[in-house]
C-alpha cells in the first residue's frame, strides 16, 4: 500500500489521534498530580520510574481514597467541585475535557478534602430566615404576651412589676422599655408579633390564664359574703350574667381560688380590717418584730428535748416514791462519834451499836444487820465502820422484846462474838447493857436506853394482868 492511499491516510490519521489523546491523557494526569501538590504544599521528590506496573498493597489512606470514589460514582447530580488551577500552562479546551472525564474520581476526593466545611455552612445559613438569625435579647414570645396580656387587664406598669412572673427577674425599668418599644419600635414589634405567632395554642392558652385579675373582676368577686360557702355554680352564674368583664380564660375554679385569697386578706366588702390602736399604745416597728420574733420562741417546741425531759421525770418520782415506801424500815439513824463518851438518847432511840467511826441508833423493835447492797437495802450497814467483804449480806437481827430484853440472832455463815462468846449460825443470844458485839473483825458496844425500856416494862406488866 501507497502513502497516498485514503485508507492508509486514514488508519494512519486514526492512530495518530490515538496517539495524541493518550498523550492528553498523560499530560492532564501530570496536571492533576501538579495541582493537588500546590494544594496541600508538600513538595514531591523526583523518584526513577519505570513503565512496568507493580503490584503492591495500598495503604489505609490510598483505600479511604478508592471508597471515597466508589461513593462519589454513586452520587445523582452534577458535583460541586471548585476549579483548581494551576501557575503553570493551561491545557487546551479539549485537554480541558478529557481531563474531566478521565480525572474526576481522582478530582472529587481532593475537592472534598480540602474544602469540606465552607459548603454545608452556606447551604445552612441560606435556608435560616431572617427573623431567627434577629437577636430578640432576653425578652422571649411568653415574657411577650404575658407583658401585653398583664397591661391589658390592669393598665398599670407597676402592678405588672409586682405580679407577673416572668422567665426573668426584669426591672420596672426593662419592663417599661419593652412595651413602648413593642408600641413604638417596628422593627421590635413585627418580630416579636411573629414570635408570638410561632407558640403553640396550648402555650397561649397556659399564658392567658395567668392573667392578672382587674379591678372590675375584683369587684364583682368582692360581693360574695365570707360568710357564705360558695360552689362552682355560683362562680359560673356570675360568668355567664358578666361575660364582658371576666377575661375569656376565667373559669369558676379560677374564680373560687381568687375569691379564696381575697377572703384571706380581708377585701371582701363585708370584712373589716381593725385599725391600729392611737396614743401611747402604737407600737415602733422594731418594738413589734421584736415580739413577733419573741412569740416565736415561745411557740417553737422541741419534741425530742421535752421527750427526754418526761423520761428523766418520771424516774426521778418512780425513785421519790421508792425512798417514801422505805422511809418506814429506815430506822437506824448513824452518827459520827469521837471517844468513848456515853450517848445521848432522846425519847424515841431504844439503844446504841457504837463502834469506832460511827454510831447506829435503834429507833424500832428489830432491825437487821450486814452489808448493804443495791439490790437488798439493810438496817445497819456494817460497811460503814470499816471493811466487811466477809461479812454476810444479812448477818443478823436484834430484836426487843415484850419483857424488855434484847437478842441477836445470827443469820449469816460467820460466828457472831457476844462478850468473848462465839454465837454460831442459826442461833441467837441475850444482849445487855455494855455488851461487845464482834463481827468478822468489827468491834461495837450496844448501849441501851434504860429510861426508856423500864417505860415500856412497867406498861408490859400493866397490860399483862388485863
Known amino acids: 500500500m501507497q502513502a497516498g492511499d485514503p485508507v492508509v491516510g486514514a488508519a494512519m490519521a486514526g492512530a495518530g489521534a490515538q496517539s495524541r489523546s493518550e498523550d492528553e491523557e498523560s499530560l492532564g494526569v501530570k496536571d492533576v498530580k501538579r495541582t493537588a501538590t500546590q ?188 360568710t357564705s360557702q360558695p360552689k362552682l355554680d355560683v362562680f ?48 415602733n416597728f422594731s418594738d413589734a418584730e421584736q415580739m413577733v420574733d419573741d412569740v416565736k420562741l415561745k411557740e417553737s417546741r422541741d419534741e425530742v428535748l421535752e421527750h427526754e425531759l418526761m423520761i428523766s421525770d418520771r424516774h426521778q418520782k418512780k425513785e421519790i416514791r421508792q425512798l417514801e415506801q422505805e422511809l418506814p424500815r429506815w430506822q437506824v439513824l448513824v452518827d459520827s462519834i469521837t471517844g468513848m463518851s456515853m450517848p445521848d438518847f432522846d425519847n424515841q432511840t431504844l439503844a446504841a451499836l457504837r463502834g469506832r467511826m460511827v454510831r447506829y441508833l435503834m429507833r424500832s423493835r428489830e432491825i437487821t444487820l450486814g452489808r448493804a447492797t443495791k439490790d437488798k437495802p439493810i438496817d445497819v450497814d456494817l460497811s460503814l465502820e470499816g471493811p466487811a467483804w466477809k461479812i454476810s449480806r444479812k448477818q443478823g437481827i436484834i430484836k426487843l422484846k415484850n419483857n424488855g430484853d434484847f437478842f441477836i440472832a445470827n443469820e449469816g455463815r460467820r460466828p457472831i462474838y457476844i462478850d468473848g462468846r462465839p454465837v454460831l449460825s442459826g442461833n441467837k443470844w441475850k444482849l445487855n447493857n455494855n455488851s461487845v458485839v464482834e463481827i468478822a473483825g468489827l468491834r461495837f458496844v450496844f448501849l441501851i436506853n434504860l429510861e426508856l425500856i423500864s417505860i415500856i416494862k412497867a406498861e408490859a406488866a400493866k397490860m399483862t394482868p388485863q
Open 236 to 283: 359560673q352564674e356570675l360568668l355567664s350574667k358578666h361575660p364582658g368583664v371576666f377575661h375569656p380564660s376565667r373559669t369558676p375554679k379560677s374564680l373560687l381560688v381568687h375569691w379564696q385569697l381575697l377572703k384571706q386578706y380581708y377585701l371582701l366588702d363585708d370584712q373589716s380590717v381593725q385599725p391600729l390602736p392611737k396614743g401611747d399604745q402604737v407600737l
Open 39 to 226: 494544594a496541600f504544599g508538600i513538595s514531591v521528590p523526583k523518584r526513577r520510574s519505570s513503565s512496568r506496573s507493580i503490584k503492591r498493597k495500598k495503604f489505609d489512606d490510598e483505600l479511604v481514597e478508592s471508597s471515597l470514589v466508589k461513593s462519589s460514582s454513586r452520587v445523582k447530580g452534577p458535583p460541586v467541585i471548585e476549579p483548581v488551577r494551576c501557575s503553570g500552562s493551561e491545557p487546551s479546551s479539549s485537554e480541558k475535557k478529557k481531563v474531566t472525564k478521565s480525572g474526576t474520581s481522582l478530582m472529587l476526593p481532593l475537592t472534598m478534602v480540602v474544602h469540606p466545611a465552607p459548603i454545608t455552612k452556606r447551604v445552612k445559613k441560606s435556608k435560616q430566615p431572617l427573623h431567627i438569625t434577629k437577636d430578640l435579647g432576653r425578652w422571649k414570645p411568653t415574657d411577650d404576651l404575658l407583658l401585653i396580656n398583664a397591661v391589658l387587664q390592669t393598665t398599670d406598669l407597676t402592678s405588672v412589676h409586682l405580679g407577673v412572673k416572668f422567665s426573668c427577674r426584669f426591672t420596672l425599668r426593662e419592663i417599661k422599655e419593652r412595651w413602648y418599644a413593642l408600641l413604638y419600635d417596628p422593627v421590635i414589634s413585627k418580630l416579636a408579633w411573629q414570635a408570638m405567632r410561632q407558640l403553640h395554642p396550648e402555650a397561649i392558652a397556659a399564658i392567658q390564664s395567668k392573667a392578672l385579675f382587674s379591678q372590675a373582676e375584683e369587684g364583682l368577686l368582692a360581693k360574695i359574703g365570707s
